[in-house]
């Protein structure tokens, strides 16, 4: 009874409603993806038949052929290629690390970071300082720095609920630690991996040397969080001992690749373009099944629900598998550079790039009007447990797209697991739940339904 | 604005209100949770020193000596055993089963279903028939079914997105399907997996023979959800094939066993009792963590946290760690005889048996003004992504708790992948989270605080 009286107070309030149809059409949506979707297998194919994805690399250009080919199997209007030039970086031979001790050797699982330079061919070998932040770095000053590698180690705070937010607030250690160290005169950098899990895995993560130049850069790896526990114990009581590294990571010319894009012209308005996409790249460790194949194969499937439940949209449904979003986000740039050449117009944007996890809301970019109108669908999406709505960040690819005017979203998947996977070895397909995956997908394909209906105000 | 409203609205009717306090106790009990709890540590001890803990088997005494001994750290007011009489079955030796199809044998994994009869010691040879129900065995009639093993082939239904609601469709074939086919005249059942996956894992859970005589009981197995699509597939074209297995488990004389007890005597009202629990015994296959590893350490870590943050309870707090859930109940059933012997005092009890995944909220058995009440919680809760509060079934072992006035819950953790592991070989300690594991331990830490301050209506 008071369910019904706020649901007619937020219908007067706001002049929405729903109907019947729609929660016939979302039964429809979520019971077709458990059922009969290709999310999943589209997913298995991407990771187990291709694996990585890294920009410029052969498992990159098999995917857009892989996620075309696939796309042209579900009859839509149109199915194409879109040019974009992307980096090309190459992680090389596996990377050893270690610390001496007097005369004990202790080894160190690390890795690359994605863009940085590599070591001199036999290493770089430099006495250690452990730092929390990069505030601490600039304390140290560069008399304390100068010939020395810098260890970055703030752990995640497992304090946050939401652990993206852990991740905002420690990132900046593998985004700009080595840019930071190089200025003061260190001639290397190990980050302590974004992971809340003390466990083997380093998970590379692109850093940043900004306009620093090539012959001033320093290498940068990550090390284990277990690694970074076992090292910062071992420099407490021998802190003059040298840590040695040695990768060789190498970047080249850019080269071609492609967003892959396939749509339904909208029957009514066909010049109104609602965008869902994903990031087909990946970094080179895993196969990439979480960040991001899962957003790219959930993306694939709202156009395969519609078609499956025969639904017509009245807008153009768009979706982008974008390039690069990894190491540069060429994909999302060029995107916004050819829609803006063509004078389209975006009225709405949605993105998966969270994992594969269960869903659990939208994270929603857009003014209060339109925030208030996704907000009052929440009955709909309470039968599928989706329940979070707010106010926040949608996507990376997404980012760049302008319009007149546009809402953009992104999926909010359950987040606890999803950093012990993340840009590390482990991010594979047996990482991802089929259902997890299909309540994605139906989530998406759900909102897409209900924007294209409804329109944005 | 409108969450203010509807806020005052609730206090204004329910005469309910929360505080400041309570939001700074909720944060400090997730924060103790997620920062310094035994939970996680606890659980891998459970699973990974111990492993399995089948009634009456040595794994169940031995987590009855370490969660008497861990409680015992905890500077309790009491930690003592509570006798209760136990089945001991044993699977005995690996089972094997095939189909035979003119000259050609398609081995299946199976496994003998809990409490099941065994086969003679060569196994048993007969034809098998695949039906979908109950119904439809009944339909056959006992002309067909007659010196036949059955088949029982229903699927867990993938379109109801609570999964439990799938189990509860579905697991009538494997808890009654033996003794119906027995009726009949059947020589054996085979049971497909309560897995929605389809994977190679046979999944046991006991079946019931009701008040058949032991010498008519036929012996019963589960087959993985793999190996039953292609047991159909192959009945498809050869219908008359004859279909072998083979099992030793043997059921032996009750055994002394003990439901585990710790608790915190309550300031003001030590005669008032509010349990929080989960069931110590699991199957014997993996080493039980998911069933029910996780729901034991997060009731244990209920009293550390109220320990950690310094909280003392006006009721009595008691975790009961139960014996036997999976195959008889016997330590909840004698829990309640106990506490009427001793005219106990019972409030309300709170059960975590649905795995140790990402918490989602609470199912309540209670009359409709303490639902509200606990309901009217929800905007505390919010911070922490719960967000189910429903009314329906609380938990098996405290199921038999009878009180004057009782409020009952159970733990709604993220169901989607529950039953990937459930009473399988894979329900191992990797397979689950630990930040997944604390937030469960600190929702239910949450909700006993609640209920410990403001009582039940």
Chains 1, 2 share one sequence.
Request: aromatic share 10%; proline share 3%; with cysteine.
């Amino acid at each position: 009874m008071k369910k019904f009286a706020l649901l007619l107070l937020l219908q007067i309030t706001f002049g929405y409603s729903q109907t019947n149809d729609d929660e016939q059409m979302l039964n429809a949506i979520y019971k077709s993806a458990l059922t009969e979707s290709h999310c999943y297998s589209w997913l298995d194919d991407l990771s187990n038949k291709i694996g990585q994805r890294l920009s410029g690399s052969k498992g990159a250009e098999q995917a857009v052929l892989y996620t075309k080919q696939q796309m042209e199997t579900l009859g839509l209007d149109k199915v194409y290629l879109q040019e974009v030039m992307v980096p090309k970086w190459v992680r090389g031979k596996k990377e050893t690390a270690y610390l001496k001790v007097a005369d004990q050797i202790y080894n160190f699982p690390i890795c690359a970071l994605g863009m940085s330079v590599a070591t001199p061919k036999n290493g770089i070998s430099a006495n250690i300082i452990e730092v929390k932040s990069l505030d601490e770095l600039k304390l140290l000053g560069s008399n304390k720095v100068k010939g020395k590698i810098i260890f970055f180690n703030r752990p995640m705070n497992p304090e946050f609920i939401e652990t993206f937010r852990a991740y905002g607030s420690c990132v900046d250690q593998r985004s700009s630690g080595a840019r930071e160290a190089g200025k003061l005169g260190a001639v290397g950098v190990i980050v302590r991996s974004m992971n809340l899990r003390l466990d083997d895995f380093p998970h590379t993560g692109m850093t940043n040397y900004g306009d620093t130049a090539i012959e001033d850069r320093i290498p940068a790896a990550a090390i284990s969080t277990n690694g970074a526990e076992k090292l910062s114990k071992l420099l407490k009581n021998n802190s003059n001992s040298s840590f040695y590294f040695n990768q060789s990571c190498q970047a080249f010319e850019d080269v071609l690749s492609y967003n892959v894009i396939g749509e339904i012209t909208g029957s009514e308005h066909p010049e109104r373009i609602m965008v869902v996409g994903g990031h087909l790249d990946s970094w080179d460790l895993g196969d990439g099944s979480q960040d991001d194949g899962a957003g790219c194969v959930q993306s694939m499937t709202v156009l395969e629900l519609f078609k499956k439940i025969n639904y017509k949209p009245k807008n153009t449904i768009r979706v982008v598998l974008f390039m690069n979003e990894e190491n540069g986000v060429k994909g999302g740039l060029k995107y916004e550079e050819e829609s803006a050449k063509n004078k389209e117009n975006h009225i709405f944007a949605l993105e998966s790039d969270s994992g594969g996890f269960t869903p659990r809301g939208f994270s929603i970019e857009s003014d209060e009007k339109n925030y208030q109108k996704i907000a009052s669908w929440k009955n709909l999406f309470e039968p599928y447990l989706i329940h979070i709505f707010i106010q926040g960040h949608s996507g990376t690819d997404i980012g760049p797209i302008k319009s007149n005017k546009i809402v953009k979203v992104g999926l909010q998947p359950d987040s606890q697991r999803y950093f012990d996977y993340h840009h590390a070895a482990n991010d594979t397909f047996d990482s991802v739940n089929k259902r997890e995956l299909e309540l994605g997908a139906a989530t998406m394909t759900s909102l897409m339904y209900l924007i294209d209906k409804y329109g944005i105000e």
